[in-house]
């Protein structure tokens, strides 16, 4: 099915897409790389009169450090360019390994990290990672802007904290904790995950685990008392071990998550990924 009409517009300056917004307002959405907006847009389960396309603005699609090892990353950054960015990789490889392994080539070439972010689809990978990073969003209307921690910025499905007139304009990610290391850990039987785990654990100075669950909810979820069981442990255990002290706690915080039958996978079945993929993420951290 062929989308309904609409008028689009292509402004080549931030400025000019806030300005459209602020014209045309709840009669147009903005259009970031398309995977998701078109296919909704094709079922006509979204319809707008006017759609203002932001690929011609260049400042959205800039990923650069900050002086303050704030690593910013453009919103129209497709997850292809994210992947292989040396910054990416070098300061946050198991993000550049998560966006490298995206659905498919097709979507990792043309999809951005931003659409995906405001689509709010539960069942994706990026905003599971982002939390347990501690990453911010940065929003920008007609004469204003503001930053929100993205475990704020996800409110439900499909439902995010940003206001129509808003462009998600980065994602800033600040600097991890001393010798971090992150890994991110999914499975699901299509191109998305039924269950993604996302975990960041610096074991240098105070010991800091942040461990997050993706897609079992509308929004991804923390593991806290996993996470406080992590940080009271010996620095020195060997990773056999800790695993063995963590695996109980785990079970038990998964088994109270509040998952529900879907076409991903039964609401016990997803509780069971939680824990296979928090220990295959924990370990990949560790070793």
């Not at 099915?1 to 806030?18: C, K, N, Q, V, Y």
């Not at 970031?32 to 707008?48: D, I």
């Not at 990353?73 to 946050?92: E, K, M, N, W």
């Not at 007609?142 to 129509?164: I, K, N, V």
Request: a negative charge; charged letters at 20%.
């Amino acid at each position: 099915m062929r989308p309904a009409r609409f008028e689009l517009h292509r402004p080549t300056s931030l400025e000019d897409a806030l300005a459209f917004k602020a014209v045309y307002g709840d009669e147009s959405t903005f259009h970031a790389g398309g995977t998701e907006l078109l296919v909704a847009l094709k079922a006509r389960v979204l319809h707008y009169d006017h759609v203002i396309d932001l690929k011609q603005v260049p400042e959205l699609r800039r990923i650069h450090l900050r002086e303050d090892g704030t690593l910013v990353i453009g919103a129209l950054s497709t997850h292809h360019a994210i992947a292989r960015d040396p910054l990416v990789q070098r300061l946050l490889p198991g993000y550049a390994e998560l966006s490298d392994n995206v659905a498919n080539i097709r979507v990792r070439v043309a999809g951005t990290l931003g659409g995906v972010l405001c689509f709010a689809e539960p069942h994706a990978d990026a905003p599971t990672m982002l939390c347990a990073l501690d990453a911010r969003m940065a929003l920008a209307s007609h004469g204003s802007a503001r930053t929100l921690p993205s475990r704020d910025f996800h409110l439900g499905e499909f439902t995010t904290a940003r206001e129509e007139n808003e462009i998600l304009v980065a994602i800033e990610v600040p600097p991890q904790p001393p010798g971090a290391r992150s890994a991110y850990r999914c499975f699901g039987h299509t191109e998305r995950p039924a269950v993604g785990v996302a975990a960041v654990w610096s074991r240098e100075g105070p010991q800091r685990l942040s461990l997050w669950a993706g897609a079992i909810t509308g929004v991804p979820i923390p593991l806290p008392e996993t996470q406080a069981a992590a940080n009271a442990l010996p620095a020195d255990l060997p990773p056999t071990e800790i695993w063995n002290r963590l695996a109980p706690v785990l079970a038990a915080e998964a088994a109270r998550i509040p998952a529900h039958d879907d076409l991903h996978g039964g609401a016990d079945y997803k509780r069971h990924l939680v824990q296979v993929l928090a220990q295959r993420a924990i370990e990949a951290c560790l070793t």
